[in-house]
């Protein structure tokens, strides 16, 4: 079993800054790749930076610039350094690892969840 618990979400005002982070721990043999994806009110959860255990990284058009993803291998920790937050960045921030568990195959966990909220 892994666990992926987030922390860092919080109420923020435009332009701000807020750094996410996901620890996972667990059965885990390796971490293929970890990341962040958003739910806003009314949208589908949308993937906005991913990272992979090599160092590359990926982000969506949207946060591309204001957004950096980075991993502290070592820790199975992920971090998202958010600047330059807007109100359409408010939602619900999940983590995303790909983990390749002890005894079994690849597997996707998500974690439950920090609200950021970005408003005057």
């Known amino acids: 079993q892994v666990q992926l618990v987030e922390s860092g979400g919080g109420l923020v005002q435009p332009g701000g800054s807020l750094r996410l982070s996901c620890a996972a721990s667990?059965?885990?043999?390796?971490?293929?790749?970890m990341g962040w994806s958003r739910q806003a009110p009314g949208k589908q959860r949308e993937l906005v930076a991913s990272t992979t255990s090599g160092g590359s990284t990926h982000y969506a058009d949207s946060v591309k610039g204001r957004f950096t993803i980075s991993r502290e291998n070592a820790k199975d920790t992920v971090y998202l350094q958010m600047n330059s937050l807007k109100p359409e960045d408010t939602a619900v921030y999940y983590c995303?690892?790909?983990?390749?568990?002890?005894?079994?195959?690849?597997?996707?966990?998500w974690g439950q969840g920090t609200q950021v909220t970005v408003s005057s």
């Open positions: 667990g059965n885990i043999f390796s971490i293929n790749a």
């Open positions: 995303i690892t790909d983990i390749h568990p002890y005894g079994g195959s690849r597997t996707r966990y």
